[in-house]
């Protein structure tokens, strides 16, 4: 689940405006039931083309089938469902507009990418109040841009924990990463954490000791100020203890859960790799909130980010078949749709009555990440060139060691090169 576009992407920006002209438009006609004209002026039979990620694949067929032979509204879809990652979707959407699924599944941190590029459809007032009163703020909170609503909560799950072997780490250990470190090293295992590779893993070690990243954006997804104090005393000390993993032995940066079949004893993911953490590990999967470590005799609990995927609306010309998949969108996010993706791929649910199932409640992944929540940042939009920019962070402070003055001239490194992703605000 990386959170990495393609650098190429930035190009594609400025022919994708041209693409996308008037596209960030309201719903026309959009009602208290979540979007679309009068019911009768929807009935009719539609086209579509709907991007969802592989494993999704047959069940959003099945959901699209469910809403034909259920909705009052005389709306058929005759839908071709696309395989297209969520990561893959922004850059897709913004090269190629008119090619893009009318419906398709992205991650939160593209959301600005897409609206800045003019390719996603602004919901109307009646589907924008049916999302905030049905989905967790910090979902409502992802789809928005400026005050406006863009999109359609599908999960709130996109953040990380720990998955370990319980063979190798014994329970009272899991809350130190001393204390793993150890176990790892003595038993000849790996500690996988992106680290070295990845922005979005980083960001734990500050947010752990209580640092901060937000970025403002303006209506049109331009981000305008950044206030960012990785480099503080406090981003010192996170420094500090991510050494403490990236001079160890143990030390692994990646992210996925087959590293368990490869010598890791810890994988640093998400709820989405549960299933194939339990086929390699059985009986011995272990999942839990980060631990903590300590610098200078202060313990700080490793923080993450968390987030959500989203379902966007392409612009349309036609403005009944915009209704009509506004209500496909809000049917494809309802309670029951999201237990669906919950129980076959174990998404976590961004509905609220869905995230109070007991199902969805029972489940080890998901219990783990409601553990790590508390010490966890909502993740904002944040700029494509940021990934890129603060991926580095980590080669960076090993290359400097445990001397503060190098770090902070790392970090300070960090800071100017993310501050050249700020727009001056239009006058």
């Keep these: 689940m990386k959170k990495i576009l393609a650098i190429a992407l930035a190009l594609l920006m400025v022919l994708s405006l041209v693409a996308c002209n008037n596209s960030n438009s309201d719903n026309k006609g959009d009602t208290n039931q979540g979007g679309g004209e009068q019911s009768a002026d929807l009935a009719g039979t539609y086209d579509v083309t709907i991007w969802a990620p592989e494993a999704a694949v047959e069940l959003t067929k099945q959901q699209v089938a469910d809403f034909n032979s259920s909705n009052e509204l005389g709306i058929t879809f005759n839908a071709t469902v696309e395989p297209v990652s ?72 996109n953040g990380y924990f720990m998955y370990y072997d319980k063979s190798v780490i014994p329970e009272e250990h899991i809350d130190s990463l001393e204390d793993i470190l150890a176990d790892c090293e003595a038993a000849g295992k790996y500690f996988s954490l992106e680290t070295n590779t990845s922005a979005w893993y980083i960001a734990a070690w500050f947010f752990g000791t209580g640092c901060h990243s937000n970025w403002d954006f303006d209506e049109a997804g331009n981000a305008i100020a950044l206030d960012d104090d990785f480099n503080s005393e406090n981003g010192i000390i996170a420094s500090k203890g991510m050494l403490k993993l990236l001079n160890s032995p143990a030390n692994l940066s990646g992210s996925s859960v087959d590293a368990f079949s490869n010598g890791a004893a810890v994988v640093v993911s998400g709820t989405w790799a549960y299933n194939d953490a339990l086929a390699i590990l059985g009986e011995n999967l272990g999942a839990a909130d980060l631990p903590s470590f300590t610098v200078d005799g202060t313990s ?29 969108a809000l049917y494809l996010t309802n309670e029951e749709c999201q237990i669906a993706r919950f129980n076959e791929l174990a998404w976590g649910p961004a509905n609220k009555n869905a995230q109070a199932d007991p199902a969805v409640q029972a489940n080890p992944a998901q219990a783990a990440l409601s553990a790590q929540s508390p010490y966890s940042v909502p993740q904002p939009n944040i700029p494509n060139a940021w990934w890129d920019i603060a991926k580095v962070i980590a080669d960076d402070v090993k290359a400097a060691g445990n001397d503060d003055a190098a770090i902070k001239a790392a970090l300070d490194k960090y800071i100017a090169s993310a501050q050249g992703c700020v727009t001056a605000p239009a006058e």
């Design 86 to 157: 969520e990561a893959e979707a922004a850059g897709n959407v913004v090269t190629d507009v008119s090619a893009a699924g009318d419906l398709f599944f992205f991650a939160q941190d593209q959301l600005s990418v897409i609206v800045k590029a003019g390719c996603l459809t602004k919901l109307g007032q009646g589907a924008a109040a049916t999302v905030k009163e049905l989905n967790a703020e910090g979902a409502v909170l992802a789809a928005q841009s400026g005050s406006d609503l863009y999109a359609y909560p599908l999960t709130a799950d």
């Design 300 to 328: 700080y609990h490793l923080g993450s980010y968390n987030g959500c995927k989203l379902l966007g609306l392409k612009p349309q010309e036609d403005t009944k078949k915009a209704a009509a998949l506004n209500q496909l």
